[in-house]
Nanobody
Framework: QVQVVESGGGLVQPGGSLTLSCAASGIPFRTFDVDWYRQAPGQQRELVAGITSTDRSPAGRINYSDSVTGRFTISRANDKNTVSLQMNKLKPEDTAVYYC??????????WGQGTQVTVSS
């Protein structure tokens, strides 16, 4: 059984930091690409950051949306089956539910339940 679980969300003041974690089980994690999405109330879900499988060439390729470049850092630890999203210099507009998507092609596509991030003073 495949499980994807996000953690690390919470309430933080503008300018603060949070680290989200995505833990996956039941899959050969290193072969999967992992993306972080977020969805704010009344908004569409948007891609925030992604990191490809380390079995690809080039391995572990990273991309960020323009809105988070320079503030967020994605990384993966295959030995722990986790991907982290370090979020710095948080802004109120970063407030959203953050979701982890773990996928291998179109056939294997798994989502977590989401974790709430609220940036407010």
């Amino acid at each position: 059984q495949v499980q994807v679980v996000e953690s690390g969300g919470g309430l933080v003041q503008p300018g603060g930091s949070l680290t989200l974690s995505c833990a996956a089980s039941g899959i050969p994690f290193r072969t999967f690409d992992v993306d972080w999405y977020r969805q704010a109330p009344g908004q569409q879900r948007e891609l925030v950051a992604g990191i490809t499988s380390t079995d690809r060439s080039p391995a572990g390729r990273i991309n960020y949306s323009d809105s988070v470049t320079g503030r967020f850092t994605i990384s993966r630890a295959n030995d722990k089956n986790t991907v982290s999203l370090q979020m710095n210099k948080l802004k109120p507009e970063d407030t959203a539910v953050y979701y982890c998507n773990v996928r291998l092609g179109e056939q294997f596509d798994y989502w977590g339940q989401g974790t709430q991030v609220t940036v407010s003073s």
